[in-house]
């Protein structure tokens, strides 16, 4: 075909139809795709991502893997999760200031305050969240090291968490990932 001459809409739908397929092959090379996540935090407000990230990515599909690392093993923690608080100190966008947020007893009001959103847009809980994950297939793994350092018993764990995982397993799952994500 001539340089100036636009391509008609069959051979457009041909070439975008090519592209959809090779794309199809390089994207599914060994059978899925798979998104790690490490999750290092473990305030309410910071176990929400990994959990929406986690079984949004199950929903499409996606073999998820959460290594959870430090504070972020409280929201694998079958009481810990239960009591998740918010930090009101620091956080940009919170509506109290700084000098207000340090005084005794303001994380238990802000906290308060974001438990009356999540039930009043009824939104997940932080359980709800969890074991729904859980039942997409979505690996949870908690950090031995962390587990040892914090004194934590592995039967304190929602049941079917990963316990005794290292950072080399970590490690390895990144790379294999087509997505990784530090929350």
Not at 125 to 149: D, W, Y
Request: with cysteine.
């Amino acid at each position: 075909m001539p340089a100036d001459e636009a391509p008609s809409r069959a051979e457009l739908a041909a070439r975008v139809d090519e592209l959809e397929e090779a794309l199809a092959e390089a994207t599914d090379e060994d059978g899925g795709k798979k998104m790690s996540i490490i999750a290092t935090k473990g305030t309410l407000d910071m176990a929400y991502p990994p959990l929406i990230l986690a079984s949004t990515a199950a929903a499409f599909g996606y073999e998820v893997t959460v290594f959870t690392t430090f504070w972020g093993l409280d929201m694998l923690h079958e009481e810990r999760s239960k009591n998740l608080q918010l930090s009101s100190v620091g956080n940009p966008n919170m509506p109290v200031p700084n000098a207000v947020a340090a005084l005794p007893g303001m994380d238990r009001v802000t906290t308060k305050m974001m438990e009356k959103r999540i039930t009043d847009n009824d939104t997940a809980t932080i359980e709800e969240l969890l074991e729904t994950s859980l039942e997409m297939g979505v690996e949870f793994q908690a950090c031995q090291m962390t587990i040892e350092l914090m004194d934590y018993d592995e039967d304190d764990f929602y049941d079917g968490v990963t316990t005794g995982v290292g950072a080399a397993t970590a490690i390895q799952d990144m790379a294999e990932a087509d997505i990784q994500l530090l929350v």
